[in-house]
């Protein structure tokens, strides 16, 4: 009878290692994910905080969102892309991209957006 179970748990392992090999990938991705998204969030804003200063403009938000993420994250946001717009009472900054990928043909989308009031000196009235 022990005969016939002989070799059984060196399949198991050859079966459940590659099972486990990827999950342990995915949950490496997830986590690059995160922090992609993290790193997208800092970068609107930084860019933001730039182009909501009085005399600032848009370019100047989309700039320094670039640099920030060329700097902080060359390769962790890929395909990163910034946009920025100004009017007179608000600065918006949004990053898109996708997170670096660790398993094969998996991509997350990475999103970030901020938006903040223009500041403007007022003259007291008084």
């Known amino acids: 009878m022990r005969t016939r179970e002989r070799g059984s748990a060196t399949t ?3 079966l459940l290692t590659p099972v486990l090999l990827f999950l342990v990938m995915l949950i490496v991705q997830f986590g690059l994910w995160y922090h992609a998204e993290h790193i997208a969030h800092a970068a ?7 182009a909501r200063l009085e005399g600032s403009t848009a ?3 989309r700039s320094r969102a670039s640099d920030f993420l060329a700097h902080l994250g060359p390769t962790i946001v890929q395909e990163p892309v910034v946009s920025a717009t100004r009017d007179g ?3 918006v900054v949004s990053v ?9 043909g998996f991509s997350l989308p990475v999103h970030a ?4 009031p223009v500041e403007r ?4 009235p008084g």
């Open 96 to 104: 898109q991209g996708h997170a670096v990928a660790v398993v094969p």
């Open 113 to 116: 957006r901020a938006s903040s």
């Open 89 to 91: 009472d608000t600065a």
């Open 12 to 14: 198991e392992v050859v």
């Open 121 to 124: 000196f007022r003259e007291d």
């Open 59 to 61: 370019d100047a938000g």
């Open 44 to 50: 609107a804003q930084e860019g933001v905080r730039a």
